[in-house]
Nanobody
Framework: QLQLVESGGGLVQPGGSLRLSCVAS????????IGWFRQAPGKEREGFSC????????TYADSVKGRFTISRDNAKNTVYLQMNSLKPEDTAVYYC???????????????????WGQGTQVTVSS
């Protein structure tokens, strides 16, 4: 049974950086497209980045474009999210999610994803 586990969250000041990791266990990650989602209190879950199996295709929402970078190391069964220039509005629980897919672009809709991690809290505050 595939499990996804996020780590790397924490408290950071505005303008700071964090790197989140999404590690797969129970199966290899390389057959999955991976998406990153976040949910702030009182708000709907937002999909903001995704990456194809090889890493050759990535997608970003406007809210994070130019600040966040998604990457993957299939040999380590890990997908990374480098977050720079963090803002208070980035505060949320961050989730990674996976969907088995062969080719094509990746989507940012939560309903497209099959496997979900438990989430990691990111708080941006001075």
């Amino acid at each position: 049974q595939l499990q996804l586990v996020e780590s790397g969250g924490g408290l950071v000041q505005p303008g700071g950086s964090l790197r989140l990791s999404c590690v797969a266990s129970g199966a290899t990650l390389d057959y999955l497209y991976i998406g990153w989602f976040r949910q702030a209190p009182g708000k709907e879950r937002e999909g903001f980045s995704c990456i194809s199996r090889s890493g050759s295709s990535t997608t970003y929402a406007d809210s994070v474009k130019g600040r966040f970078t998604i990457s993957r190391d299939n040999a380590k069964n890990t997908v990374y999210l480098q977050m720079n220039s963090l803002k208070p509005e980035d505060t949320a629980v961050y989730y990674c999610a996976g969907i088995p897919k062969l080719f094509g672009g990746c989507a940012l809709r939560a309903e497209d994803y099959t496997f979900w991690g438990q989430g990691t809290q990111v708080t941006v505050s001075s």
